[in-house]
Each structure stands twice: as C-alpha cells, then as structure tokens.
C-alpha cells in the first residue's frame, strides 16, 4: 500500500464511525498530544540507558515499538487528512529539503546534522538560498 491509499483508508476508517472530517478538525490538538503520550510511552521502555542496552530493549519489546509506529503512522496520516495535506506530498517535499541540508558526502565524513556539534545543517541559510533563486 502506498502513502496515498494509506491516508485513503484513514479516511475511509473515520467515516465508517461518523468521525466526520468538520467534527474531528477541532480536536486537531488532541491528536498532537496523542502523538506526544505514545512518544513518551516509547521513550520511557529505553530511557537513560546506553546504546547497546536501548538495541536489546527495543528486540524485547519489538511489539510494542510495532504498535508506536502504527499508531504514529495513523495520527499524521489522520492529521493529514484532517488538514487536506497530501501527505506523499509532504514527505517527498520534506525528503528533497533535506537532500540539500544534509548532503550525503558531509554526513558520511561529520556522522551528524547538528551545527553546534560540528554539523552542516543550516536550514535559514538554505531556504535564503532558495528564496534568493527564486527571486532571480
């Protein structure tokens, strides 16, 4: 199934319950915070345990890491429906943004994205760019 046919059955999903698209829109929040609690859950099963004692907890409890992402997958796909945002769109959209942000050669050599750590991501100088092309 692709992005689309799965935001499709999102969709099909709510209306099959009545959850109509005008009456879920104002609980756009609830979903955010939604969101966050099963983050949190997440974390707190590998929270403030090193590298190789997080990959043997997340093996343990690979269901449940299943059932994260699932239940991830269904919010944005929900929030995306909601908000009518094309949520292949937005994925290829944001995959193209950080092709330039993050560009393999430097992240093979730096290991990371993070300027203060010794990173090349500049996400203001980049989009100055492209307004600056734009522009011309």
């Not at 009456?23 to 997440?42: P, Q, S, T």
């Not at 997080?54 to 690979?62: C, D």
């Not at 009518?84 to 730096?110: C, G, W």
Request: hydrophobic share 35%; no cysteine.
């Amino acid at each position: 199934m692709d992005i689309n046919e799965a935001q499709d059955k999102v969709r099909e999903f709510n209306e099959a319950r009545g959850w109509k698209k005008d009456y879920n829109h104002r609980f756009i929040k609830d979903f955010l915070l939604n969101m966050a609690e099963e983050v949190g859950e997440a974390w707190s099963i590998i929270k403030w345990v090193d590298g190789e004692t997080q990959r043997k907890l997340i093996e343990e409890h690979k269901d449940k890491f299943s059932d994260f992402v699932g239940d991830q997958l269904y919010l944005i796909l929900k929030i995306a429906y909601l908000m009518d945002i094309d949520s292949e769109k937005a994925l290829r959209d944001t995959l193209e943004e950080y092709e330039q942000r993050f560009p393999a050669d430097k992240m093979k050599i730096v290991k990371h994205g993070n300027p203060l750590a010794g990173g090349v991501d500049d996400k203001a100088a980049v989009r100055k760019q492209e307004h600056k092309e734009e522009k011309d």
